[in-house]
């Protein structure tokens, strides 16, 4: 009955059908090829990743009506065999783009206003995302907090922001010491957590822009349109915009499509980097995923899904890993991603079973799309990630939700679903910031109603 259930909801959700965006060409400098695979279904667009999987090809995004796969300046642009019968399309990507718009530390960036402020109206790199994380600090210094969680391959540091209403850090403090069962329901009167995590694959600017665009929305007064600050008498909310400085850097400077981390794997191979988003604890594989072209040999370290040798390999995932579990009566979690318009529940590494909350999961996903389309009339997907996406382990979404007991749980494709793909241009950073907000104000008032907690 359930499962009925479930399957009419989210044909309900997609009945407003999927967007049909094409990849744009300009005239400026090209990065490479990307090829759009058109499919009928999830099964036929599981097939084709599969392939793309065997061939170790660099695939942007998976929707059940087509699949983007880029072919960077350098790599033989050929098809493979199995892949020339699929009806496809091809545009070129441009060299750069948003990577011109930078700007400089400015007061007139105006931290007091969000719709006033400059700053979520470009890019930034990593030193002006981490200006801005300290500014909101000293602007806000009884609802904010910068803590550094980790070291990156290359020495730099990673950070959280922590947002929660004054006497809040000082009792998270306290039950830090005095931890209890991960899992386990809050009791009335405690604060509820929340965990935002940015860009893991260092090429989804956008998802870094909409973090730090919620982590204003959350320090501001309520008066103040877009606020999110109302939140904070229920939650704290424990926001990681750059979880992979290096990769993140590494798309300003040399290469604007890049995807891991940037550690060495093994002395003894040139390639560097692990792909983050397959290297957490949890159901973790050497090989990328199970399927009908499962490879016979270990993931050659080169590989765009080299997963690492080992759960926690990467020093990024590792560090958020264990700020994390200093947090109790976590109950939402948000990993922020591009492209593709989806809010995917778990499971990744499997679509054999279902979480035992899927119930409710569903249901908040639902009031979710429902509040994005609210904003600016985008409509995005809802299902479990395995199907939305494809099956692959060691993913964050679901450590967030089996080893630490996050109900909540979601991965979140931001704009668009292909029209710019990762080279959304700047002007969209504010509309999907205010979406998200919306979102998240859902969701918010969803698990605390859920909770009976006042909201």
């Not at 050929?78 to 070129?92: A, G, W």
């Not at 206003?113 to 200006?131: A, C, D, I, P, R």
């Not at 600017?205 to 204003?216: E, F, N």
Request: glycine letters at 8%; charged letters at 20%; aromatic letters at 12%.
């Amino acid at each position: 009955m359930m499962r009925s259930w479930l399957y009419l909801l989210l044909a309900i959700v997609g009945a407003n059908g999927y967007n049909d965006q094409q990849v744009l060409v300009e005239n400026q400098p090209v990065a490479g090829l990307l090829r759009r695979f058109n499919v009928s279904g999830r099964h036929e667009a599981q097939n084709v990743v599969s392939l793309a999987r065997v061939y170790d090809l660099d695939v942007w995004s998976v929707s059940s009506s087509h699949i983007d796969i880029y072919w960077p300046n350098g790599a033989p642009s050929s098809l493979p065999p199995d892949l020339e019968e699929v009806p496809h399309t091809s545009r070129s990507v441009p060299l750069t783009k948003g990577a011109s718009q930078t700007t400089t530390w400015k007061p007139e960036w105006n931290l007091t206003s969000l719709t006033n402020s400059s700053f979520h109206e470009t890019y930034h790199h990593l030193g002006e995302v981490e200006k801005f994380m300290r500014q909101l600090e000293l602007q806000f210094p009884n609802i904010t907090k910068v803590h550094r969680i980790a070291l990156t391959a290359e020495g730099r540091d990673v950070y959280a922001l922590e947002i929660s209403k004054p006497g809040v850090s000082a009792e998270t403090e306290k039950k830090k010491k005095k931890k209890k069962k991960k899992g386990g329901k809050p009791q009335p009167g405690d604060k509820l957590n929340f965990v935002i995590v940015g860009a893991q694959h260092a090429r989804e600017w956008i998802a870094t822009s909409t973090s730090l665009y919620l982590a204003h929305a959350l320090a501001l007064n309520s008066t103040e349109p877009f606020s999110l600050h109302s939140l904070l008498d229920v939650f704290n909310f424990h926001i990681i915009p750059t979880p992979n400085p290096d990769g993140y850097v590494y798309t300003w400077k040399k290469d604007r499509y890049w995807y891991k981390n940037r550690q060495v794997v093994d002395s003894h191979v040139k390639c560097r980097g692990v792909d983050m988003n397959r290297n957490w604890g949890y159901q973790w594989h050497h090989e990328p995923v199970h399927g009908p072209l499962r490879p016979t040999h270990p993931v050659d370290p080169c590989s765009h899904w080299y997963p690492g040798g080992r759960p926690f390999e990467s020093p990024e995932v590792n560090g958020i890993a264990n700020y994390v579990t200093t947090l109790t009566d976590l109950t939402g979690f948000l990993d922020l991603r591009s492209y593709g318009q989806m809010i995917s529940t778990p499971f990744s590494y499997t679509c054999d079973k279902y979480p035992k909350d899927i119930e409710d999961q569903t249901e908040a996903a639902y009031g979710a799309v429902q509040a994005i389309k609210a904003s600016h009339g985008l409509h995005f997907e809802s299902g479990r990630v395995c199907e939305t996406l494809y099956e692959a382990p060691g993913n964050i979404l679901d450590w967030m939700y089996s080893k630490e007991g996050i109900k909540y749980s979601y991965a979140v494709h931001l704009r668009d679903t292909g029209t710019w793909g990762f080279s959304l241009p700047p002007k969209y950073i504010r509309p999907v910031g205010e979406e998200t907000s919306g979102m998240v104000r859902y969701l918010g008032k969803f698990i605390a109603a859920k909770l009976k907690r006042k909201l």
